[in-house]
């Protein structure tokens, strides 16, 4: 029995939940909560400090059994001290970045999402995106001064880059405190507004806009990522060049579903068609006209899934040698009501007798079809659709209803 849940909570996994299963939550909702995601979002930005630091602890073996002996409490008070590292740290760390060489600074990472289409991922393609980040000023090297400018001490700060100012706490009370220095931002130093760079303004970093070229192989998967090092934000302060961080995002796609290396396709049929026969072309990702065949005699049942072998999604890292399976599931349109012709027929046809058993005595009781109410529709719908979403999370399972899900869900079996 654990302490506290909390860190578990926040990711969310049972307590007893797997590494591989921190990960996995850790992955996804990370992404969901960064910051360059969220801009100017405190909320967003308070969670992605929470989870970091939970994951941090839940997926370090000793910080995990103790959390989990003693709580936070147990962190705080067992040796190494209770600090955590910051929280984009701890997501450039996981995604494979973020290794400081010689405890070096580095600027945090930049990171996007890129949209791309199954035929993509089906097929491979390069594509294009444009980030703009913060690099060094070229004419000044960082500096921010012309060369030969001089520098003199902050005369507002005198050098400190910081000034004290007295804050009342309340009448009688004052307190000391500490500001940055607003006439030389904290430099400590100053210098004539004519030997500012004319380039940055004097602020040694300019705004840069670049193409990065992200190349999606064939099989790739929403989530995967690509890290491009050192291609991110520049600081004078630092030696170091940050990285961009490009997440791979999957568009729906009209016809085809993908989960994990298959795909889904869901197909209306007649009823004729699911007892008779028929054949159904299906235009694949790569423009390839397969003909799926249901040969006559063969009945479709519409409660067993059909698959078509190795006609999914490309497996990662074999060129498209080896695929997942195309499944497809056939929805049966059945006929509203049957003229009594046809009722004999079929009865016939099927070696059944025309008339049925009639059942003495009992109450009568009509059968009517069924109708939602309207909003209950629209919750189903939205319950639909959110079944849908997670089920494309192939390999992320299912989602544990972080935000705003649940409301509606209820109402669907009035
Ligand atoms: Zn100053
Ligand atoms: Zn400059």
């Known amino acids: 029995m654990v302490k506290e849940t909390e860190y578990y909570d926040l990711n969310p996994v049972p307590a007893d939940a797997p590494e591989n299963d921190i990960k996995r939550a850790y992955r996804k909702l990370a992404l969901k909560y960064h910051p360059d995601k969220n801009p100017g979002n405190a909320e967003a930005a308070e969670m992605f400090k929470n989870i970091s630091h939970a994951y941090e602890v839940l997926s370090d073996e000793e910080k995990r059994k103790r959390y989990d002996q003693y709580g936070k409490k147990g962190l705080e008070e067992g040796g190494g001290g209770g600090g955590f590292h910051d929280a984009s740290d701890i997501f450039s760390m996981f995604f494979g970045g973020g290794r400081r060489e010689r405890g070096e600074p580095k600027p945090k990472d930049i990171v996007h999402e890129l949209n791309v289409s199954l035929e993509e991922m089906y097929s ?56 940055r220095c607003n006439a030389c931002a904290g430099e400590g130093v100053q210098v004539k507004p004519s030997d500012l760079c004319q380039g940055c303004n004097g602020k040694s970093i300019v705004k840069e806009r670049k193409i990065l070229e992200i190349v999606i192989e064939i ?102 040698g080896e695929r997942g399976n195309l499944v497809i599931h056939f929805d049966v349109a059945f006929p509203e009501t049957l003229p009594s012709a046809q009722i004999d027929q079929i009865a016939a046809a099927l070696g059944a007798a025309t008339s049925f058993e009639r059942v003495a005595g009992g109450q009568k009781a009509d059968l009517k079809p069924y109708t939602a109410k309207p909003k209950a529709r629209g919750a189903k719908q939205r319950q639909q659709r959110q079944m849908m979403h997670d089920d494309d999370d192939d390999e992320e399972g299912h989602s544990h209803g972080g935000g705003g899900g649940g409301q509606g869900v209820q109402c669907q079996q009035q």
């Open 219 to 320: 099989g790739q998967k929403k989530g995967d990522h690509k890290r491009f090092t050192g291609e991110g934000d520049q600081h004078p302060s630092m030696k170091l060049s940050g990285d961009v961080l490009i997440f791979i995002q999957q568009k729906p796609h009209d016809l085809f579903r993908r989960i994990g290396t298959h795909l889904l396709v869901n197909h209306k049929i007649t009823l004729q068609e699911a007892l008779c026969g028929f054949e159904l072309p299906i235009e694949h990702l790569d423009k390839r006209m397969i003909v799926i065949k249901v040969p006559a005699g063969q009945v479709i049942d519409p409660n067993f899934a059909w698959t078509v072998y190795r006609e999914g999604m490309p497996l990662p890292n074999t060129g498209g």
């Open 124 to 179: 491979g393609k390069t594509k294009k995106i444009a980030v703009t980040r913060d690099r060094l000023c070229s004419s000044c090297d960082g500096r921010g001064t012309k060369p030969g400018a001089e520098k003199n001490a902050c005369r507002e700060c005198r050098g400190q880059g910081v000034q004290i100012r007295m804050q009342q706490l309340f009448p009688g009370m004052v307190q000391q405190v500490q500001v």
